[in-house]
Structure formats: C-alpha cells, structure tokens
C-alpha cells in the first residue's frame, strides 16, 4: 500500500506565500516523477509543477518565476514553495508521484488527498 499525505495548505493574502510539501510512504521501490496539480471551483485539473528523478522540473506558464518544485528522494518528499499568491490560485492542490511497489511491476500514478489553498484579494 502507498499513501501520499500533504500538509501545508491555508488561506493567505495575495502577494503573500505558502508551502506545500507531500511524503510518499509504504512499499515503494522507486518514484520516477513527482509534481503538484491543482483544480479550481469549475475547472479541470491542470499540472501545476513536476520534478523528475533526476532533477528536472517544469512548470505551467502562469506559476513560472513565482513557484518553485523541490524534492528529496532519499525522504520520498515533493515541495512547492509558492510565493506572490493570487486568487487566481485558489485551489485545491493534489501531490502524485508516480510510483513503482515492486522490482517487476511498472511504474502506477499515486495522488494525495488534496490540500486547499485560498488566496484573498
């Protein structure tokens, strides 16, 4: 069984700046990427910031120069530091990594919970 669990979600000002991080624990082998997605009251889900294995990371264009992905693999963590928040970024924000249990399974997509962020104007 894998579990991811987020924390740090909230209500801040706009302009103001959160931090979100995500732990994957159980029986895991290996995680190849992690990232953030969020979805908004009457939106879709859109990919917010992944970081790979090895370091790579990418971001939606409305996040750019504003939010920041990070990721320890020896603690299977992904953060996401978010500052100048806007209220076009209220969401609730899920964490997934994609996962591999086994030696001779392939790689499967694990989500969080979700995590609420609300930025006022």
């Known amino acids: 069984q894998v579990q991811l669990v987020e924390s740090g979600g909230g209500l801040v000002q706009a302009g103001g700046s959160l931090r979100l991080s995500c732990e994957a624990s159980?029986?895991?082998?290996?995680?190849?990427?992690m990232g953030w997605y969020r979805q908004a009251p009457g939106k879709q889900r859109e990919l917010v910031a992944t970081v790979s294995d090895g370091g790579m990371t990418d971001y939606v264009d409305s996040v750019k120069g504003r939010f920041t992905i990070s990721r320890d693999n020896a603690k299977n963590t992904v953060s996401l530091q978010m500052n100048s928040l806007g209220p076009e970024d209220t969401a609730v924000y899920y964490c997934?990594?994609?996962?591999?249990?086994?030696?001779?399974?392939?790689?499967?997509?694990?989500w969080g919970q979700g995590t609420q962020v609300t930025v006022s104007s």
């Open positions: 159980g029986n895991i082998v290996s995680i190849k990427a």
């Open positions: 997934y990594a994609k996962i591999r249990r086994y030696y001779y399974s392939s790689y499967t997509d694990y």
